[in-house]
């Protein structure tokens, strides 16, 4: 097999193994996202939780200033029905009406963290919700990333071990050219160069249909030992069989022509036409020497 052949079947087997390791890297994303989602949703949880923490702590904290608010209320009470002065008895009331003021702000303060836990703890309730759904679609996730394994392993296996054997065919300056452009092309290393129209010498690279010169056409036919590029896509160029059979016989009624008439020339006597003055002249001598004779 020569270089070409070679390179084909590498490019052949490489495809093969692209496809497999694409159906379980497509798998293993999925099944990553899941995880990163999954991860996100957990952290969103705690986040809820400690929210609902620091809630319930400020609230309770406000408890405990309506509850010292109204201990003093209670206190100044008694000293308003024990003052002894007016001005004692005024002092003691301008501090219950503040103190009253206080209280009712706390409590509304109170009702507003006490409505922000229920709606916080309806958020957590339906985040554990979504965390569970989420969790479903991780299993499954999980099990198509380990049933694609273990369906393609086996076989990516054998196929990677037949690369390198076709890769260890080609030379290490062809193989390493090979395996830039399969990355620069996600493994669409070859090109098949196409015939426009043989007998105007229109050829084109059939990846990304730029013109590719007959020079590059006619050392493909001639040989399969030339690594040549597009010059566009940088896809190393090749000739079907059937291409190259079509050119010979493009080739072939080109010559015919020629063939014809070199047949028509040995056909004459002498090199003369047959049915030239000179050549009737010759026969009729010939005629008259043997009738003498």
Do not use: W
């Amino acid at each position: 097999m020569n270089l070409i052949e070679n390179l084909l079947t590498l490019h052949r087997v490489d495809s093969q193994v692209r496809a497999l390791r694409t159906r379980v890297t497509s798998a293993k994303v999925y099944f990553d996202a899941q995880e990163r989602q999954l991860a996100l949703l957990d952290k969103q949880k705690l986040e809820l939780e400690t929210q609902i923490k620091q809630l319930k702590a400020v609230l309770h904290g406000l408890e405990l200033d309506q509850t010292t608010a109204q201990e003093r209320v209670e206190k100044l009470r008694a000293e308003l029905n024990t003052s002894t002065n007016d001005r004692q008895y005024k002092a003691v009331l301008n501090e219950m009406k503040v103190l009253e003021n206080q209280k009712d702000d706390v409590v509304k303060r109170a009702v507003e963290e006490m409505n922000r836990v229920e709606e916080t703890q309806r958020r957590l309730e339906v985040h554990a919700a979504t965390i569970v759904e989420r969790t479903k679609v991780r299993e499954l996730a999980k099990a198509k990333l380990d049933e694609c394994m273990k369906d393609v392993g086996e076989r990516l296996a054998e196929l990677e071990s037949e690369r390198t054997r076709a890769a260890d065919l080609v030379p290490d300056r062809e193989r390493k050219v090979f395996d830039k452009v399969a990355e620069e092309t996600e493994g669409e290393a070859m090109a098949e160069v196409t015939i426009v129209d043989l007998r105007h010498r229109e050829f084109a690279c059939g990846a990304c249909n730029i013109e590719v010169p007959f020079e590059t056409y006619a050392k493909l036919s001639s040989s399969g030992n030339s690594l040549i590029q597009c010059k566009a896509c940088t896809r190393i160029l090749f000739l079907q069989e059937s291409s190259k059979a079509g050119a010979m016989s493009e080739k072939e009624k080109a010559e015919k022509p020629k063939r014809a008439k070199a047949t028509a020339a040995v056909n004459t006597s002498g090199g003369l036409e047959q049915d030239s003055p000179e050549a009737i002249a010759r026969d009729k001598a010939k005629f008259e020497k043997t009738r003498k004779l």
